[in-house]
């Protein structure tokens, strides 16, 4: 019986080009696997407010309103947090922005935490990043470490780009990481297609994700609440 399960990816750039070509690539590979559905976001043109820590998040935990720092359709924070709520994997793609994530997406992780205060319901979701550069050496390996982290406080299973190695490299080992142009940088919003390492480092991630959502379903399924330490949801209710 084949697992179905669903991934989500979204392009956390601010602009249209790269970022969402690199992530819609990843779900087009995660596609290929039976019984994967996905679903795409882009936060270019969208609002996303910082966290104010207020910490009513903390003191009254609701699903309903989730971050109560603003209301719900102030920005693009609940309807993103919806679409990870209901996916069973993700995959999160960022360009490095002076060597780590967007001002947009650090928003998005501070401000998630209203989501972990329900009781860490993200937990169990598998969990894989992609990021593009302008530079070789452009901070790949630290924006891929800040995504991970945020995902380990969520409790969420991280995986990296699988295990094949093709001949002519996977240009990095804990995520999917390409560079804008090569063998130099380009400024071309598609500029990333000229490097085909990243790019298929890109699609190693999207099976790499869909294999681990459906590992994750299947087991989980499999299980009873009193055979695990914590139930399967989030711990409160």
Known sequence: MTTEVKIFGCAWSPRHGNTEIQVREALEAAAELPGVTTEFASIAGKKLLPCRSTYECQDSPDRDVLCHCYGPTADA??????????ADGIIFGCPVYWMSVTAELKAFMDRSMSAEMLGRPWRNKAAGFATVAWDRHGGHEHCIQTMASWAQMHDMVV????PERPDRSIGGYTGAMALQGFPFPEWE??????????????????WRVAEMAKVLKAGLTALDDGELKWPKGGLRT
């Not at 924070?77 to 209901?86: D, G, M």
């Open 159 to 162: 995986v990296a780009v699988g």
């Open 189 to 206: 919003v598609d500029a990333i297609r000229r490097d085909e390492v990243g790019m298929y480092a890109t699609r190693c991630l999207g």
């Open 77 to 86: 924070f609940r309807e993103v947090a919806e679409l990870v709520f209901e």
